[in-house]
Structures are given as C-alpha cells and as structure tokens.
C-alpha cells in the first residue's frame, strides 16, 4: 500500500468540508421551507427512507447526524405541528419511535420539489454531468471506507 500523503488528504477535506458549508448556508436562506428549517425538512426526510416511516429516536439521530437533544426539540416541534406522530416503541419502555404522518410527507414532498430545484441551480449548475457523477462517486467511495 502507498504512503499516505497527509497533506493533500487534509487539503482535501478542507475543500469538501468548505463546500458542503458554503452549499448548506446557501439553501438555509433560500426561500423553499415555507415553515420548516432546514434540519426539520431534514428530519421528515430521513424518516422517509425508513420502513413505515417509522424510526427509533437513537436511529434517527444516527441517520441525521444530529444530537439526541437537539432531535428531540425538533421532533416536539414536528409533532406539534402534526407532522410526525411519537410513539412508544413495544418492549421498550423508554424507546421512542418517530413516525411520519401522511401530512408530513406531503409538507417533505412539497418542500423537496422546490429544494431539489435548488440543488440544481447550485449544485448542478456549477458542475458537468460527469463531474457531478465523478462526485457523487467519490463521496460514495469516501462513506463507504
């Protein structure tokens, strides 16, 4: 196995890091979340790609990358709102599953038409299709190591 050149590692992620916040502060301020943030969009999102649309809390937090705390505002602010319902989880008094109502998926599909547009205007509007399929590659290759 070649030496690992740290520094262009380094620079790497640098650039990676300074993208994906530059790109992130970018569609916080756009105007498509009507009344979501951005993490809460996030959360319905997630909660999508799970079976039911149900996830434990602990499981939810691993799939956003959020803080359990943090989270759990988010889904009080959610349930309130009618867009994910909390339940216990069966054998396990302290388990809290998160699921998503079909009000929330209509609020995550609505709010994801408009922010899919919006990746494509930052995202897909600076790259060529094959340096987006080159990126896409690597990030998968990056995730997967």
């Known amino acids: 196995m070649a030496a690992?050149?740290?520094?262009?590692?380094?620079?790497?992620?640098?650039?990676?890091?300074?993208?994906?916040?530059?790109?992130?502060?970018?569609?916080?301020?756009e105007e498509v979340w009507g009344d979501l943030t951005l993490r809460e969009y996030d959360v319905l999102y997630t909660l999508t790609g799970f079976e039911d649309r149900t996830a434990r809390l602990r499981d939810l937090a691993e799939a956003t990358y959020l803080p359990q705390p943090s989270l759990s505002r988010i889904v009080d602010r959610l349930a309130a709102a009618a867009l994910v319902s909390k339940e216990p989880v069966p054998d396990d008094a302290r388990g809290v599953a998160v699921r998503l109502t079909d009000e929330g998926l209509a609020v995550q599909r609505d709010v994801g038409r408009r922010h899919a547009r919006s990746i494509g205007e930052h995202v897909g509007s600076a790259l060529e299709a094959d340096e987006l399929a080159e990126l896409q590659r690597l990030c998968d290759k990056l995730r997967a190591a």
């Open 4 to 29: 690992v050149d740290v520094r262009a590692a380094v620079a790497a992620w640098e650039a990676l890091f300074a993208a994906q916040s530059k790109l992130l502060r970018r569609f916080e301020r």
